[in-house]
């Protein structure tokens, strides 16, 4: 089956300091990852969408300067949250479409981001 | 892109049918309805697709009615595995489907007594 892995499942960090977490796709080939943050008040925030051999696209108030991301295949997919500061709190999600599957978009556990 | 109002929560025991209401006045000729749920700790999980009539899966099933502006999914005999905030997702294939973007709203939390 379809699976989306993403690593780690929580930290913590420095305010100020960055972290980056990754996401795998598994099973399956991604034409696409969405990275999502779910606040802690449980609202979702569309960050950035990866699509094959397209630029990545991010939404407003979100930028490559502050969350680069890297998704060099069909499987991987990484995102840094740089200088990350109280308001960057939260769980990143990432989703995954499968290229070959049905019209759908899998989901990994997501990581919990602590900012002291 | 249309919005999507489902009430806020709803609970029911164990063994029975549960269903959640979309209301999605606005929804263009274009867009699908997604229902996805979200246990505590974890991601989405996608539920059930649907654009028009009745879809049904080993998971649930989607009413959609005549004029597409609400749709009810129902979660036959619950368990207390069942209880999850479901979301209700109106997208077209362009943005949803093929590129990935999905707009979450407030979702319905599910309760279930057992």
């Known amino acids: 089956g379809a699976l989306v892995y993403q690593y780690p499942r929580r930290t913590i960090c420095k305010s100020g300091t960055s972290m980056r977490m990754e996401c795998q796709a598994v099973?399956?080939?991604?034409?696409?990852v969405a990275w999502y943050r779910q606040s802690p008040q449980k609202t979702f925030e569309l960050i950035a969408l990866?699509?094959?051999?397209?630029?990545?696209?991010?939404e407003q108030n979100f930028t490559q300067e502050k969350f680069p991301i890297s998704h060099p295949n069909l499987s991987f997919s990484s995102m840094t949250v740089l200088n990350a500061y109280l308001e960057d709190r939260g769980l990143y999600l990432c989703?995954?479409?499968?290229?070959?599957?049905?019209?759908?978009?899998?989901f990994g556990p997501g990581t919990r981001l602590l900012v002291l | 892109l249309a919005k999507t109002t489902q009430p806020p929560s709803m609970e029911a025991y164990e063994g029975q049918e549960v269903n959640v209401s979309c209301s999605h006045t606005?929804?263009?000729?274009?867009?699908?309805i997604y229902w996805y749920r979200q246990v505590p700790h974890q991601g989405p999980q996608f539920i059930i697709q649907?654009?028009?009539d009745y879809v049904v899966n080993e998971v649930a099933s989607l009413f959609i009615s005549a004029d597409r502006k609400l749709s009810t999914l129902s979660l036959p005999w619950v368990s207390l595995r069942d209880a999850a905030v479901y979301y209700c997702?109106?997208?077209?294939?362009?943005?949803?489907?093929?590129?990935?973007?999905?707009?979450f709203g407030e979702g319905t939390q599910v309760t279930v007594i057992s």
């Open positions: 989703g995954a479409r499968d290229m070959g599957g049905p019209d759908t978009q899998y």
């Open positions: 099973g399956f080939q991604a034409t696409s």
């Open positions: 990866s699509t094959v051999n397209s630029a990545i696209k991010y």
């Open positions: 606005n929804i263009a000729t274009s867009e699908y």
């Open positions: 649907g654009y028009k």
């Open positions: 997702i109106v997208t077209d294939m362009n943005t949803g489907g093929l590129s990935g973007k999905l707009t």
